[in-house]
T-cell receptor, first 112, second 116 residues
Framework: KQEVTQIPAALSVPEGENLVLNCSFT??????LQWFRQDPGKGLTSLLL?????REQTSGRLNASLDKSSGRSTLYIAASQPGDSATYLC???????????FGEGTQLTVNP | GAGVSQTPSNKVTEKGKYVELRCDPI?????LYWYRQSLGQGPEFLIY????????DSGLPNDRFFAVRPEGSVSTLKIQRTERGDSAVYLC??????????????FGEGSRLTVL
């Protein structure tokens, strides 16, 4: 059974800092890995999707990397802003269209 | 609509009652998913539809939970004889089709269910 772990559970940083969120998964036979953002009381917004054959994806100040063989992914946020404060979730799927298995998330607070 | 729409946004009910939660996916999306999220946890998979049929319902916790998608668009999650442990946010997501953008999912804002 796939298990996804995210470290740290919570993180508080001053504005402007670069930061890394970590995600690990137990079964390396994945189809893709997605990073989501969730604001309090809201649904999930997809940030980045990495196919199993890819090593990284970038969108603006966000960069996600994938090391499939070691079961790890990182989300790098450059020059953090208070508006980045949210919970960040990673999730993996086993095949195309199949269920996502989520981690419990990292709650990020960026202080002005 | 522009995004995945879920109604109601909030539902408070009493133990033992029947509840229906509705999901209206993005127009043209063939895949639809239901997840359940408890406070402080990541979402847990419930059921996945490809078109009108349930492609994977192995996440439904027991036979009190049932979901339909009769015309391949709107889906309804039905919970019978609700229990306090059913209290959670129920999230719906849709995806255009298999292999589109590697399976990117678009989530609604969820229906918060509270069972008293």
């Amino acid at each position: 059974k796939q298990e996804v772990t995210q470290i740290p559970a919570a993180l508080s940083v001053p504005e402007g800092e670069n930061l890394v969120l970590n995600c690990s998964f137990t079964d390396s036979a994945i189809y893709n890995l997605q990073w989501f953002r969730q604001d309090p009381g809201k649904g999930l917004t997809s940030l980045l999707l990495i196919q199993s054959s890819q090593r990284e994806q970038t969108s603006g100040r966000l960069n996600a990397s994938l090391d499939k063989s070691s079961g790890r992914s990182t989300l790098y946020i450059a020059a953090s802003q208070p508006g980045d404060s949210a919970t960040y979730l990673c999730a993996v799927s086993k095949t195309s269209g199949s269920r996502l298995t989520f981690g419990e998330g990292t709650q990020l607070t960026v202080n002005p | 609509g522009a995004g995945v729409s879920q109604t109601p946004s909030n539902k408070v009910t009493e133990k033992g009652k029947y509840v229906e939660l509705r999901c209206d996916p993005i127009s043209g999306h063939t895949a639809l998913y239901w997840y359940r999220q408890s406070l402080g946890q990541g979402p847990e998979f419930l059921i996945y539809f490809q078109g009108t049929g349930a492609a994977d319902d192995s996440g439904l916790p027991n036979d009190r939970f049932f979901a339909v998608r009769p015309e391949g668009s709107v889906s309804t999650l039905k919970i019978q004889r609700t229990e306090r442990g059913d209290s959670a946010v129920y999230l719906c997501a849709s995806s255009p089709k298999r292999n589109h953008k590697g399976g990117e999912l678009f989530f609604g804002e969820g229906s918060r269910l509270t069972v008293l």
